[in-house]
């Protein structure tokens, strides 16, 4: 296929979308944030790229601003090349489901390993309130202490 077909095929799928009423077009980019994070966890499972994976769940993100898993899935591929974006996915992904477990977790278990201990207390401390019988969060939180 050439550029010039896809550039076209791309124009006419966002007029294609531009047209429907808010719920189906909000519907429609909650299932294409859907493939692309499917896309990204193929980057972090099977092509071992975290680079390619944090631009697929960045282009989730885009797509559908208020998907947690994709804030949580690119907070852990970025956790070693940019810790402070890795903080702020997570604090995304509370942000958009308070009760996360798994938010609170990866965020906490990011702050004990940056060293950051009373950040790490809380986050760890509300990650063993949502889900008592995680025993790895219980371990974290006893460290952080």
């Not at 076209?8 to 944030?33: F, I, N, T, V």
């Not at 692309?36 to 975290?50: I, K, P, R, S, T």
């Amino acid at each position: 296929m050439k550029t010039q077909d896809v550039k076209l095929y791309a124009a006419q799928q966002l007029h294609r979308l531009q047209a429907l009423p808010d719920h189906q077009r909000r519907a429609e980019l909650a299932k294409l944030a859907g493939e692309y994070l499917a896309m990204g966890d193929m980057c972090v499972n099977e092509a071992h790229d975290d680079y390619a994976a944090v631009a697929n769940y960045s282009k989730a993100i885009k797509l559908d601003p208020t998907c947690v898993d994709a804030s949580l899935r690119r907070g852990k591929a970025m956790e070693q090349t940019d810790s402070y974006r890795a903080l702020q996915d997570y604090g995304k992904a509370i942000a958009l489901s308070p009760n996360s477990f798994d938010a609170a977790y990866q965020r906490g278990c990011l702050r004990l390993e940056l060293h950051d201990a009373e950040g790490a207390i809380a986050d760890l401390d509300k990650a063993t309130s949502i889900d008592k019988y995680h025993a790895d969060a219980h371990e974290k939180f006893g460290d952080a202490l």
